[in-house]
């Protein structure tokens, strides 16, 4: 009667006894079946040679471990043309030969390696009732009989991936369509993926990167697939390239930004090209850190605009406010908010420009400023000369050092282009 609530009820077992260590429960186990199939010749047979004994780990009972104790037979095989004279007692399901476990509970500890990995799933296995080592959780993965994904859609990428950083590499084959990993090779030969791509057919399309043996791996496995740089690595090319031209020109650039630092109300004519590129980098930045979503509804409710609809509408479409959308029309471009602090420099402007202050630093003239009552900090006091000495540049201080042009590096140059 137990055993139907503590032994699997698809295999021919009794439970004849049960005895308890602390923590461990013994069951004492007996076989109902009356023959055997022979492995190698697949007949059955009843005559028995002899008896031996298998402990199996099944799952926990009340929190205690289980432990079947299966008294198992050895049958002689009748079949006289049959190489093996005698052999151990096989089942339908559940109890496999060598192995330690039940069925059930290696289904257990498989599912736990699938989610946790080996370390974690080892560690889970303990407080599940079925404590395993990290090496046995991967034998147990390995042991899966996962069948690979045959068919894909038939555009793939193709890259490489590290086992471990610097030393052994494999390659990863990603589904561009279903946007799923597909399989992955064991090394990055032309020779593995060649021989992938020839039980693959229906590829017709590979993104790869510019690694050799991939094109050759590609060429010689789907002779009639499309190969194709992928958008990444042609990005991370051309910045590379770019990037050397720049360092190349450190004189040439050095110019340019000297050009540019001139004060803007005397450009040269000759210098006017340059200013144009360097303005039209200057615009980027002034947008650069307006999220994508709000240019993007900056955008779509100046085309609805233009289309004749209502601001009701633009705003109930776009999610906004009838105030936003009513700002957003009258704007040409979108700018980031300036910053609404303000100071009482205007107090000191009488002051900023005596005959004897147009020779100091902006430093000593903010110093000076502040223990007159000037509220704003050193950055804010330069925003707001630079802004005077633009409209009056007799505001201007006096050099006296060297002059210190401000430019950008080569990979910032490259990353802007
Ligand atoms: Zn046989």
Redesign the pocket.
């Known amino acids: 009667m137990i055993s139907q609530f503590i032994l699997p009820t698809n295999v021919q077992l009794r439970a004849d006894s049960i005895h308890s260590e602390p923590g461990i429960l013994y069951i004492d186990t007996s076989v109902c079946q009356t023959c055997s199939i ?6 059955k ?1 009843s005559k028995i040679h002899s008896r031996y004994s298998r402990t199996l780990l099944d799952l926990p009972i009340s929190g205690h471990l289980s432990k079947v104790q299966l008294k198992a037979r050895k049958y002689f ?3 006289p043309e ?3 004279k005698v ?1 151990t007692e096989r089942f339908d399901c559940e109890i496999k030969p060598y192995y330690r476990r039940m069925i059930r509970s290696n289904d257990l500890l498989a599912r736990m390696a699938l989610e946790l990995g080996g370390n974690t799933g080892a560690a889970i296995s303990r407080y599940a009732g079925v404590p395993v080592s990290p090496s046995t959780i991967l034998r147990v993965v390995k042991r899966l009989d996962i069948q690979p994904k045959k068919l894909t859609s038939g555009v793939i990428g193709v890259d490489d991936w590290a086992f471990k950083k610097g030393k052994t590499y494999g390659t990863v084959i990603v589904d561009l369509a279903k946007k799923e990993v597909v399989d992955l090779l064991p090394d990055r030969e032309s020779a593995t993926l060649s021989e992938w791509l020839k039980q693959h057919p229906e590829i017709k399309t590979v993104s790869r990167d510019r690694y050799g043996p991939y094109a050759l791996g590609i060429k010689t496995g789907a002779p009639d697939a499309s190969q194709v740089a992928d958008r990444f690595h042609l990005l991370m090319n051309l910045g590379n390239a770019t990037k050397r031209i720049f360092q190349s020109k450190g004189k040439e650039l050095r110019e340019a930004f000297t050009l540019y630092n001139q004060p803007k109300n005397k450009p040269a004519k000759t210098e006017s090209a340059v200013q144009n590129m360097l303005q039209i980098t200057e615009d980027i930045l002034t947008t650069a850190n307006i999220s994508i979503d709000k240019l993007h509804k900056f955008e779509k409710v100046k085309d609805l605009y233009s289309k004749g609809s209502s601001i009701r509408q633009i705003a109930k479409t776009v999610k906004l406010t009838r105030t936003t959308v009513r700002k957003y029309t009258m704007m040409e471009k979108l700018v980031k908010r300036q910053a609404h602090t303000t100071t009482n420099l205007d107090a000191f402007i009488g002051f900023l420009m005596q005959e004897e202050n147009r020779v100091k630093t902006y430093r000593e003239l903010h110093k000076t400023t502040v223990e007159m009552g000037f509220n704003g900090k050193y950055t804010q006091f330069c925003n707001k000369m630079n802004e005077l000495k633009n409209t009056q540049p007799a505001l201007r201080p006096k050099s006296t050092g060297p002059i210190l042009v401000k430019t950008w590096s080569p990979t910032r140059l490259s990353l802007m282009l």
């Open positions: 022979c492995p190698v010749c697949n007949k047979s095989c009748d079949n049959c190489p093996r052999f």
